[in-house]
């Protein structure tokens, strides 16, 4: 919405709130009632290791549903351009890094979040067999970790770095002697501002139009250890950070190839540092911390 907004664009922003987009019936009335000429499908049922490994059914079950449901709905709405957003778990665990859009179905993927991978994949062919069939220019982009403001911080389904900031900023405001935090910290991980992420979303619509997925992100990555010192240190917390080294770290690391999104034209202006301050901000205000 805010990149909507900087666009001058006419923009309406849904989701479970206000339509339930496991009813198809619903769905495709919506879109028949308002009929939009783009339509950004960035809805899913997402979450870390920990929600991914307790409700697979739902991981792969839900988010193909709301796929389906969109996609078949803004076809039948006459939609001229759609942008379905996957995620970088599309990749096999063991992929070649930095990760090529090539790569993708060349291996097994991360258990811990296979379940939500097929269901991005699946997505990712229904865009291609719409363009094959009928023409459409339709586009698939797989984001790498994001965060920023309105992110999941609940620590149960969140990602690793809402988890982050919301441990260090609670700690802070607690005065708590130690956080203590998944894993062994030793993951590399790459992480893009949300908001960096609507922009590029927005470019690619106008000058992205292939079949292939197109990889969104910063092109490098960090230790989850290193990640949780800047946290830390952007949230001023004094007290000593504990691994509990038997939960699990997930694929050892994944930073995705962006030459394609940047031989487009597109770079990503928002800093980790920058982008974890922010959204500090945005958390302690949000939470009254």
Same mark, same amino acid.
């Given at each position: 919405m805010r990149q &909507?907004?900087?666009?001058?664009?006419?923009?309406? =922003?849904?989701?479970?709130?206000?339509?339930? #987009?496991?009813?198809?019936?619903?769905?495709?009335n919506f879109f028949l009632k308002h009929r939009p000429s783009v339509v950004i499908l960035a809805a899913a049922r997402v979450g870390g290791i920990g929600a991914n490994s307790t409700y697979p059914v739902e991981f792969l079950s839900h988010n193909v549903l709301i796929q389906t449901n969109v996609m078949d709905a803004a076809f039948k709405a006459e939609t001229k351009k759609l942008v379905f957003l996957g995620s970088s778990c599309i990749?096999?665990?063991?992929?070649?890094?930095?990760?090529?859009?090539? /790569?993708?179905?060349?291996?097994?993927?991360?258990?811990?979040? &296979?379940?939500? $991978?097929? $269901?991005?994949? &699946?997505g990712?062919? #229904?865009?291609? $067999?719409?363009?094959?069939?009928?023409?459409?220019?339709?586009?698939?982009?797989?984001?790498?970790? #994001?965060? =920023?403001?309105?992110?999941?911080?609940?620590?149960? &389904?969140?990602?690793?770095?809402p988890a982050l900031i919301r441990r260090f900023a609670e700690g802070k405001a607690s005065s708590s002697p130690r956080?203590?935090?998944? =894993?062994? =910290?030793?993951?590399?991980?790459? /992480?893009? @501002?949300?908001?960096?992420?609507?922009? $590029?979303?927005?470019?690619?619509?106008? @000058?992205?139009?292939d079949d292939m997925p197109l990889n969104i992100g910063v092109g490098f990555d960090q230790?989850?250890?290193?990640?949780?010192?800047?946290?830390?240190?952007?949230?001023?917390?004094?007290?000593?950070i504990v691994w509990d080294t038997v939960k699990p770290d997930g694929v050892p690391r994944k930073v995705l190839d962006v030459s394609r999104m940047k031989k487009l034209g597109f770079t990503p202006k928002i800093s980790l540092e920058e982008g974890i301050d922010a959204t500090l901000h945005w958390f302690r205000k949000a939470n009254g911390l």
């Open positions: &909507s907004t900087k666009q001058g664009l006419d923009f309406e =922003g849904f989701n479970s709130k206000n339509l339930d #987009l496991l009813d198809r019936d619903a769905v495709t990749y096999p665990r063991s992929a070649p890094q930095p990760i090529k859009e090539e /790569f993708l179905l060349t291996g097994p993927l991360e258990p811990t979040n &296979s379940a939500y $991978a097929i $269901a991005k994949i &699946s990712i062919e #229904l865009v291609k $067999a719409y363009r094959r069939q009928y023409d459409l220019r339709w586009i698939s982009l797989m984001p790498t970790n #994001l965060y =920023g403001p309105n992110d999941n911080f609940d620590l149960s &389904s969140s990602h690793v770095l956080v203590t935090l998944w =894993g062994t =910290g030793k993951p590399r991980r790459e /992480f893009m @501002h949300v908001d960096d992420l609507a922009a $590029a979303t927005f470019y690619a619509l106008e @000058h992205y139009d230790t989850i250890e290193e990640v949780a010192n800047l946290v830390k240190r952007c949230a001023s917390y004094m007290g000593e």
